[in-house]
């Protein structure tokens, strides 16, 4: 494994896997490729969740232009080949939704070592395709998350960057023409940002902003005021588990707030499988009790919650990355029918090559969630109908 530099943790933390997944060899320096995040979307507007890899590659050890691999889904459960749309060099995470608006699902990509976000608006002519990015910059940071949410009231989305450099989150507002982006505002942050994401988490109808750090903390910003005049938002800080790389916003517990769930990369030594903070809402508005920590694999990358069990109540999954020379795993968390917000011991499901990115969609038409993953290759594991919420094996798509 290549060394951890201290300020790029989660995604590019784990590049070191590169090779390990799909490899060529032509006379001449190898070739790699590595899908590290994952994202479910139906993006050609079949009515049919389609999957969408973000792969980074490398030749002869020296990273090269990464893309977004798309697998379209047709019929249930089958898919086309894979289509690629190029992003920038060592991308680290992705988001897709309608962007600019006009009800198509665009890309919204992280590319950490070109110190860029790609913003790739969906083909008005051409259905589950993308025109070229957009590029928006990020000059002396390095891009590791993106989240999208309209935080100044305009009616268009605007993008928020966790950009490892400086104590801060940046935010590109829309312009008013859709899919462009002004200069980016900053806030500060109790400590340099790994990931980010934007939801109503006061309750006053207003998108707010939770940012997980180095500072072993999530930063909160509510209330962020952008016009007529721009004020400056101080951010409360909620500690997490050991180095947090990723981070949601979900009503856990079921009272009708938002509650904030992170995943944990661990320490440098003795990592420890403390992989998953949940903070649940206090009871005023916007406010996080102290985290609860759940047991994982090692080196937990990323999450995703959704009822994975048909019972009403939401659960987590877990991208575990694992330690060197290990395949990793997927920790299924469960929530306690007993206790609401609390989750049971976790089912763990072996990796390929260390999953680093997870998501959920219905890949066979089946009516229940399947795990989509981020292991060396796209990877599904089908939900079991006999028994909900528990996962058959791993299914492999090349990219």
Same mark, same amino acid.
């Given at each position: ?5 201290s ?6 933390g ?12 032509h006379?001449?320096? @190898? ?9 479910v ?7 049919q969740?389609?999957?969408l890899g973000l ?5 002869g ?6 893309y ?7 019929? %249930? ?27 198509r ?6 590319n950490?070592?070109d /110190?860029t976000?790609s ?7 051409k ?15 390095t ?5 999208? !949410? ?7 989305m ?7 450099g400086a +104590?801060?989150v ?5 312009g @008013?023409? *859709? ?8 806030f ?5 940002? /790994?990931?980010?994401?934007v939801?109503?988490?006061? !309750?006053?109808?207003?998108p707010d902003?939770?940012?997980a750090?180095?500072a ?7 209330k962020?005021?952008f ?7 101080s ?13 949601k %916003?979900?009503?856990l +517990?079921?009272? #009708? ?6 995943? +944990?990369?661990g320490?440098?030594l ?10 649940l809402?206090? %009871?005023? =508005?916007g406010?996080?009790? =102290?985290p609860?920590?759940? %047991?994982? !694999?090692y080196?937990?990358?990323?999450l995703?919650?959704?009822d ?7 659960d ?5 990355? #694992?330690?060197?020379?290990? *395949? #990793?795993s ?10 609401p ?5 976790p ?7 260390? *999953?680093m ?6 890949m066979?038409g089946d #009516? ?14 089908f939900? +079991?109908p006999?028994?909900?919420?528990t ?6 798509f090349?990219?």
């Open positions: 494994m290549r060394p951890l530099p300020l790029i943790l989660g995604s590019l784990i590049l070191a896997l590169l090779g390990c997944s799909g490899s060529d060899y006379d001449g320096p @190898s070739s790699s490729y590595l899908v590290n995040a994952i994202a979307a139906d993006i050609d507007a079949n009515g969740p389609d999957i792969v980074s590659t490398d030749l050890g020296v990273a090269t232009q990464g977004v691999s798309t697998r379209l889904q047709g019929p %249930a459960g089958a898919f086309a080949l894979p289509t690629r749309f190029g992003v920038g060099t060592e991308p680290a995470n992705l988001v897709v939704t309608d962007v600019d608006g006009d009800g699902p665009d890309l919204v990509v992280a950490a070592t /110190q976000v913003v790739r608006l969906g083909d008005p002519a259905p589950g395709f993308f025109l070229p990015a957009v590029l928006l910059s990020t000059p002396g940071r891009p590791l998350d993106v989240a999208v !949410g309209d935080l100044n009231g305009d009616g268009k605007d993008i928020v960057v966790a950009a490892s +104590n801060n940046m935010v590109f507002l829309q @008013s023409t *859709p899919g462009t982006f002004l200069a980016p505002v900053t500060p942050v109790g400590g340099d940002p /790994q990931a980010v994401t939801a109503d988490l006061d !309750g006053d109808g207003q902003i939770a940012v750090t180095t072993n903390t999530v930063s909160v910003l509510c962020i005021l016009s007529p005049t721009l004020v400056a938002q951010a409360v800080d909620y500690a997490t588990g050991v180095q947090p790389v990723a981070i %916003a979900a009503d +517990n079921g009272d #009708g707030k938002l509650d904030l769930l992170t995943t +944990n990369y320490a440098t003795s990592p420890g499988t403390q992989g998953l903070s949940v903070l809402q206090g %009871a005023t =508005a406010t996080f009790q =102290a609860v920590h759940y %047991a994982t !694999g080196r937990s990358t990323a995703v919650v959704g994975l069990n048909g019972d009403g109540k939401l987590v999954a877990v991208a575990n990355s #694992g330690l060197p020379g290990d *395949p #990793g997927v920790s299924v968390l469960l929530q306690d029918p007993t206790t917000g609390a989750l049971l011991t089912t763990s499901y072996r990796g390929a090559w260390g *999953p990115g997870v998501a959920l969609g219905d066979n #009516g229940l969630p399947d795990l989509v993953l981020a292991d060396g290759d796209i990877v599904v594991r939900n +079991n006999a028994a909900p919420g996962f058959g094996p791993p299914q492999f090349y990219n």
